[in-house]
């Protein structure tokens, strides 16, 4: 319970943009012991800091660190299971930027003579609970879509699509899908903007954002590709 309460307090002071409060107080919680609870609140909540859409300091890079810290330290927190999931997204990110470098230095190569001293800009990319129980997946979503069925627009739906989000979005999920996950979460911050669940889905929707951004310069490699293979 305690650690409920410390989580939906750190939540609120996201959602009220106090960032650097927020980091620098489970910094402090961190420091202090960093394999003992409540660390594992702090560095999951630093993990959302990092990875937060607003955040002008977001750095995908810090956060995984925190995230891989949280399963390191607590394996068996309720918590973990979300962290994996982030990093999972943060590798997909990942792998993308570092392929669209690679291509975009072959064009660059192949577009301009060696010793010319121009060089083409890279690309840039810098509550506890169980969500799934023994990883039925299909069974999560069917009791959660139920709830939806039974309360309509009424809490718990908020937290019944906060949990289909993150099914969907589950890395050990083998139906994983992002954009039914990117569904689940939009409805929750339209019909409910002032839930509890609310301000962790907008994280959710920035990370997805960035992997749309990064899907378009898929499209643009294939292109160069095309090009340098003609």
Same mark, same amino acid.
Request: without cysteine; glycine residues 4%.
């Given at each position: ?8 307090? @750190? ?53 995984? &660190? ?95 699509? @906060?949990?289909?989000?993150?099914? @969907? ?8 899908? &992002?954009?039914?996950?990117?569904? &689940? ?46």
């Amino acid at each position: 319970m305690r650690a409920h309460q410390q989580l939906e307090q @750190y939540r609120e002071n996201l959602a009220a943009g106090f960032f650097e409060t927020v980091i620098q107080q489970s910094k402090q919680v961190v420091e202090e012991n960093e394999t003992e609870t409540p660390a594992d609140v702090a560095l999951y909540v630093l993990g959302e800091v990092y990875a937060h859409h607003d955040y002008e300091g977001r750095d995908y890079a810090l956060s995984q &660190y925190y995230f891989e810290k949280l399963i390191e330290n607590f394996p068996d927190s309720e918590l973990t299971s979300e962290a994996k999931t982030y990093i999972s997204l943060f590798e997909t990110i990942t792998a993308k930027e570092k392929a669209a470098a690679a291509v975009e230095q072959k064009t660059a190569q192949t577009e301009k003579p060696a010793g010319d001293g121009k060089e083409k800009k890279s690309v840039s990319g810098t509550m506890p609970r169980k969500v799934v129980e023994n990883q039925n997946f299909a069974e999560a979503e069917k009791r959660n879509l139920q709830i939806l069925e039974e309360v309509g627009k009424k809490k718990p739906a908020d937290e019944a699509l @906060y949990n289909l989000g993150l099914i @969907y979005a589950h890395v050990d999920n083998p139906a994983k899908d &992002y954009k039914k996950s990117q569904v &689940y979460f939009h409805v929750l911050t339209k019909q409910f903007p002032d839930s509890e669940f609310a301000e962790e889905a907008g994280i959710w929707l920035g990370l997805f954002e960035t992997i749309e951004k990064i899907q378009q310069i898929d499209i643009e490699i294939e292109q160069q590709k095309k090009q340098l293979n003609r």
